[in-house]
């Protein structure tokens, strides 16, 4: 069970966009970043584990090299103090009646992955100190754009994997707005590992889990697919209406869903140790009455908490177990 926590104000209201809010624990610092996104700007705050709203910042997009804001792609410290790296997007593909956007953002080691709205994912190799940061690959897997990416560790799934396998672990995840999953293995080059085919619904959320992917669907659905081979193991009518976040707590295998329909739920995931095979328990819902929820993260590892945006909602609402 989890109960309401205080709330952290906002500024303004989480803009109506699927997977709109971003949570980093600091633990070190006893700190929690929360990220949200309206119009051209980011509000980036800093609570304390009540819930006390510490700083906030308002980053606004801003012009380079005479590029305007929407065609930027911008970079900061984890902090939002100094805006490490901008790179100017290619529009020269788009037509005049084309929205021209970046969507879809995931780190896979040394590298950060950024989804377009041509299809196109731009890999940026980020070094371990200073701010060289180079665009070092476009992955082309996608004709429709981009709307999430999600990655894993490789480490952590080695110990589930055979000998033989081992050179075929999945740790990233693209989806676009047809349905489609791009399965990939990073690297000085990242390799197309197999595709996952859509079924006429956009996929706007997806995770990536020990090897298991989970893909939120605009029907509802939350899918389970084995990452190398693109295997269905679960699919579930999680919800009434289009999925607009996902997230997983990695450390218990803990799902989370957030869907229009205003409802959060929490699934616990597993895999059998006799055959191998993906198991699903749902443990928790939690109704967000009158929101149109647009992002909703788990605050630790362990899924001990969480927390949800909504349009129009000039607050972050938080849960924690009771």
């Not at 926590?5 to 709109?20: K, T, V």
């Not at 190398?228 to 803990?254: F, M, N, W, Y």
Request: charged letters at 15%.
């Amino acid at each position: 069970m989890f109960r309401r926590e205080r709330s952290i104000p906002l500024r303004g209201s989480a803009a109506a966009l699927c997977n709109n809010l971003s949570v980093l624990q600091l633990p070190v610092r006893n700190l929690t970043h929360f990220g949200v996104v309206h119009g051209p700007s980011a509000q980036l705050l800093s609570a304390a584990p009540e819930g006390v709203p510490l700083a906030q910042r308002q980053l606004q997009a801003k012009e380079g090299a005479g590029v305007s804001p929407p065609l930027i792609t911008q970079m900061y410290e984890s902090d939002g103090s100094v805006m490490v790296y901008w790179h100017a997007l290619d529009a020269g593909d788009a037509s005049l009646v084309q929205a021209v956007f970046a969507r879809g953002i995931a780190a896979s080691g040394h590298f950060i992955c950024v989804g377009m709205w041509s299809g196109r994912v731009l890999v940026f190799d980020i070094p371990a100190k200073g701010s060289n940061i180079v665009l070092s690959e476009e992955l082309a897997g996608h004709q429709t754009p981009v709307t999430d990416i999600a990655t894993e560790p490789a480490q952590g799934q080695l110990d589930c994997k055979p000998l033989e396998n081992r050179d075929c672990i999945a740790d990233v995840v693209t989806a676009d707005d047809s349905g489609l999953l791009c399965v990939w293995r990073s690297g000085p080059e990242f390799k197309l590992l197999t595709r996952i085919p859509g079924f006429g619904v956009p996929c706007p959320s997806v995770q990536l889990w020990q090897g298991t992917i989970a893909a939120g669907y605009g029907n509802g659905q939350v899918r389970l697919y084995e990452a190398s081979t693109g295997t269905l193991h679960v699919q579930i009518d999680a919800h009434a209406r289009a999925i607009c976040a996902l997230d997983l707590a990695p450390e218990v295998g803990k799902l989370l869903s957030a869907a229009e329909d205003t409802f959060v739920h929490i699934w616990k995931l597993s895999r059998s140790p006799e055959g191998g095979y993906v198991e699903v328990e749902h443990c928790h819902g939690e109704c967000v009455p009158d929101t149109q929820v647009c992002g909703a993260r788990f605050c630790d590892p362990s899924g001990s908490s969480f927390a949800v945006t909504g349009y129009d909602l000039a607050e972050i609402l938080r849960f924690s177990s009771m």
